[in-house]
């Protein structure tokens, strides 16, 4: 028996949808722990590509059982449009719905737009999907849960009292109008949660047993650790904990039962929104990563800012979560950039600083200290795959060195090195599910 948490250890957008499909070969259950449909995880299966923003990504392995967890914000308009789509493909997934987690309502996106309208050049550049608002209704303890679907009484009930409250704060505080009227709102709900009742149970008893069973189980995140809204650079963050901690509290596991902790970061760094990022590539080289590896937001679409990979942040994020061993991303896209570099550093006030400063406004002084690191040649797609299918030694000399360099700084092996989109392109150093 193994628990393993799939943990972003960086800026989000690392690549965990296709590390957490990999594993899930191996896992018997998949939970989803934190997060909503703000983030996304693109799955190549099939030869399709499948963009997940609400379902765990081991949605595609026949049979296995995927959870999504108390510590998730779910929109059910996205939960029903993806399963949809899956089955559209012919996949079915065995699906439970914890009924813990929160839901994300019209009025929480309704807010979320408006919030980051009025915040103007402050603003922190959400999704606007909602998220943080449900979380904040969640921490004041008005928010609706899956289990209050399951009776239309509690439901109605709900969405009166808080129809009467989000209209008001919408009128009064942000000058909007809220554009449904509580019946449309309850309508709406009522038949999403017909339509979702058959997945709601109580999943946190459900993963437990399966562990206590001896089974296998992945525990899937969402963004990544410097997004954290307690580990990561307030307020340019998520409105959860993306993290090993996060991954306990959102399965409803205890700690002492998750097993290998796997930090998923790619061979440079990127980040979707507002915020600091030190080693930010803002010219052409940075364009070349960007439109080499396709680097647009999986929920937004945006263009994602791209930066020399950042030592210092990676270092804080290992420390935080305990990583037992990295998965590495993206090797493949940096084949042949020129003039490669590794942020090891920073310089801030005359200070050299080894871990980034608390606060983003700091973080947003430091200056990168970087060494130069030697490239590697830009190999096809097949040769990639060639490459994949011998192992890591079959790596290009500089891109293993590459891989070495950051796991010996880090103190943390290297289990997974991905070299490409499919399940054919991944190098298994390690097993983590062999005990």
């Not at 009025?118 to 999704?127: D, E, I, N, Y």
């Not at 303890?141 to 209050?148: E, M, P, Q, S, V």
Request: charged share 20%; net charge neutral; glycine share 14%.
């Amino acid at each position: 028996m193994a628990v393993a948490a799939v943990i972003g250890a960086q800026w989000g957008d690392e690549g965990k949808g296709k590390i957490v499909d990999f594993l899930a070969g191996k896992a018997d259950v998949v939970v989803r722990f934190n997060g909503g449909d703000n983030a996304g995880h693109t799955v190549m299966f099939g030869g399709k590509k499948f963009k997940m923003h609400a379902l765990p990504s081991g949605c595609f392995h026949e049979k296995k059982q995927v959870v999504v967890g108390a510590g998730c914000a779910v929109n059910p308009k996205t939960l029903l449009e993806e399963l949809g789509m899956l089955a559209k493909a012919g996949i079915r997934p065995n699906l439970l719905i914890d009924a813990r987690a929160h839901v994300v309502l019209p009025y929480h996106l309704a807010l979320d737009g408006a919030q980051e309208a009025l915040k103007g050049s402050g603003a922190v550049g959400t999704t606007r999907r909602g998220i943080g608002p449900c979380y904040a209704d969640k921490a004041a303890r008005i928010g609706l849960r899956f289990a209050d679907l399951l009776d239309k009484g509690r439901l109605e009930a709900k969405v009166r009292a808080l129809h009467e409250i989000k209209a008001k704060e919408l009128g009064k505080v942000y000058g909007a109008e809220f554009a449904q009227s509580e019946a449309q709102v309850f309508s709406e709900l009522s038949g999403q949660a017909d339509r979702l009742a058959g997945f709601v149970c109580d999943a946190i008893l459900s993963v437990n047993e399966s562990i206590s069973k001896g089974k296998n189980v992945l525990l899937e995140g969402a963004q990544g650790s410097l997004l954290g809204i307690d580990s990561g650079f307030y307020p340019y963050c998520t409105s959860s904990n993306p993290t090993s901690g996060g991954a306990s509290t959102g399965a409803g596991i205890a700690p002492s039962k998750i097993t290998e902790v796997v930090g998923v970061l790619k061979a440079y760094v990127s980040r979707v929104g507002e915020g600091p990022l030190p080693t930010e590539l803002p010219d052409g080289v940075g364009e070349a990563i960007r439109d080499k590896g396709n680097e647009f937001g999986t929920t937004t679409g945006r263009p994602r800012r791209i930066g020399w990979l950042d030592l210092p942040c990676l270092r804080q994020a290992s420390e935080i979560n305990g990583f037992t061993s990295l998965a590495f991303t993206r090797l493949d896209t940096l084949g042949g950039i020129p003039g490669l570099r590794i942020c090891s550093a920073y310089k801030l006030g005359g200070k050299t600083l080894h871990r980034p400063p608390a606060s983003s406004e700091a973080l947003s002084d430091c200056k990168p200290v970087c060494e130069e690191i030697a490239g590697w040649e830009d190999l096809s797609p097949g040769e990639w795959r060639a490459v994949a299918g011998k192992g890591v030694g079959a790596l290009p000399a500089q891109a293993r060195a590459y891989v070495e360099r950051v796991s010996s700084d880090l103190g943390v092996p290297a289990s997974i090195v991905s070299v490409g989109p499919g399940r054919e392109d991944t190098i298994i150093i390690k097993d983590v599910f062999a005990q």
